[in-house]
């Protein structure tokens, strides 16, 4: 069993920047990555990274959003910057272990015009 705490989230304004962190208990962890759910949307995959730190984008959030790991702290980090209104949305982190997905609850992400 994995658990996940996620942090980071809160009011931003338009052209803001956050980061979100999302720190998972036990090891043996490979990819982290964040999905968001937007309000009246279905969730999307936002950004993952491996084991070896190779991260990999939406295309809706390359050069916006960076994703990277400690893994000394399995910890993943999503740095959001430029914020928009439609970023606004559910973050959530979600994590592999020996083949089985683990996901946070959430971390609400809302940007104000």
């Known amino acids: 069993q994995v658990q996940l705490v996620e942090s980071g989230g809160g009011v931003v304004q338009a052209g803001g920047s956050l980061r979100l962190s999302c720190a998972a208990s036990g090891g043996g962890i490979s990819i982290m990555g964040w999905y968001r759910q937007a309000p009246g949307k279905q969730r999307e995959l936002v950004a993952f990274?491996?084991?070896?730190?190779?991260?990999n984008y939406a295309d809706s959030v390359k050069g916006r959003f960076t994703i990277s790991r400690d893994n000394a702290k399995n910890t993943v980090y999503l740095q959001m910057n430029s914020l928009k209104p439609e970023h606004t949305a559910l973050y959530s982190c979600t994590v592999r272990k020996y083949g089985d997905a683990y996901w946070g609850q959430g971390t609400q992400v809302p940007v104000s015009s």
């Open positions: 990274i491996t084991s070896g730190g190779m991260p």
